[in-house]
């Protein structure tokens, strides 16, 4: 079998954390829609947050020890089962490269501005791959670390722009129509939540799985604090501001001036960012390696990387044109795309299952 390593329930719970913390650094999806105003989508994220979860422990709990793929071939069989499956593919590789692409955006606009976008993402794609290759085991066991450094990072920051917080940046409030909050929140609570989605496929590997259920539920509520805790931050130093901009975090921090040596203190911001996004792609490579292998049965994910990367990479250069046009569409079409693979397909398979156990326990009664 292609499935190698065990993690345990801790691992998970960073994991989800840390993929949480990867997204929260680029929030301008909901900012531009609501500006100042953004944390209101952030607070009641938490609730689509939760109803996900909800999905998703019902599913493992009928299935315990199986993956997304390996539920829906148990529930539908296994023609449409795996269908589902290369459409979770659709999913997890649209993840990849659209990752890929933001990553890209940001070093070439804000790090190595004279780098070909080929030259970095091909290198950084590389050692993504490398890293999947070696497991979850190995996969996973830097997410609490990769969590702690940036939660250490955003901490240390914020503290440095203390002096520089209005609260009057809050105000006013509810000045956008009721649609507009509406489809910020739905944003802000689908594309975070992406990663605990991606770890369905880690479910193999858990070895304490009667603790999954508060890893879920832990993770989710750490990641959705730090996310709540940068989007309040940012706009309590650039009100109005923060909706103009492409990456309002990074120019918070490029906001830190405390006397002649706490300066350019975004080269931190880079570095965590960069390194979130590792662990990002690494997990979802992983993912889309072990979907194909387990669509098409295979006892080896490893030699699929190599070719799914080069798909991405590929992929990644030419999905947009602009950092405007990837904006574009992640504040009005990304997460409309997700829920119909996240939220949607989960939901179809739940129903199938009550229905199948309905109509098992109405076959069981005795004729009268």
Not at 97 to 122: C, E, H, K, Q, R
Not at 333 to 342: L, P, Q
Request: charged share 10%.
């Amino acid at each position: 079998m292609y499935k190698k390593g065990f993690i345990d329930s801790r691992t998970l719970i960073f994991s989800i954390a840390a993929y949480y913390g990867g997204t929260s650094l680029l929030s301008s999806f909901s900012t531009a829609v609501l500006g100042h105003e953004a944390w209101f989508s952030a607070v009641f994220a938490i609730l689509i947050n939760l109803f996900h979860i909800w999905i998703y422990i019902m599913l493992i709990k009928n299935f315990p020890g199986k993956n997304i793929i390996e539920i829906s071939i148990a529930v539908f069989g296994n023609i449409v089962g795996r269908i589902f499956g290369l459409l979770y593919f659709v999913l997890f590789f649209s993840y990849a490269f659209l990752n890929m692409n933001v990553l890209s955006g940001f070093v070439t606009g804000s790090v190595l501005t004279y780098t070909p976008p080929a030259a970095i993402l091909a290198l950084f794609l590389a050692v993504c791959c490398y890293a999947a290759k070696k497991g979850p085991e190995v996969l996973l066991k830097y997410a609490e670390v990769f969590f702690m450094v940036s939660l250490g990072a955003i901490l240390f920051n914020s503290v440095l722009l203390l002096k520089d917080v209005k609260l009057t940046n809050f105000l006013p409030v509810f000045s956008y129509p009721v649609k507009e909050y509406l489809k910020a929140t739905h944003t802000q609570g689908v594309i975070p939540a992406s990663g605990t989605f991606l770890l369905l496929m880690y479910m193999p590997n858990v070895k304490d799985f009667k603790n999954v259920k508060k890893a879920l539920i832990k993770g989710t509520f750490i990641g959705w604090a730090v996310m709540v805790f940068i989007i309040l931050r940012d706009i309590a130093i650039l009100g109005g501001a923060i909706k103009v901009f492409e990456n309002p975090t990074f120019e918070t921090i490029k906001m830190i001036n405390v006397g002649t040596f706490f300066t350019r203190m975004e080269i931190l911001y880079a570095v965590v960012l960069i390194m979130l996004f590792f662990f990002q792609i690494s997990t979802t490579m992983y993912c889309n390696a072990a979907t194909i292998a387990e669509v098409f049965s295979l006892k080896c994910y490893e030699m699929l990387l190599c070719p799914l990367g080069i798909l991405v990479l590929c992929f990644s250069l030419i999905s947009f044109e602009s950092s405007a046009q990837h904006a574009f569409w992640g504040e009005n079409y990304a997460a409309v795309f997700s829920t119909f693979f996240d939220t949607v397909l989960p939901l179809i398979t739940l129903a199938a299952i009550f229905i199948k156990k309905l109509v098992g326990k109405r076959s069981s009664l005795p004729l009268s």
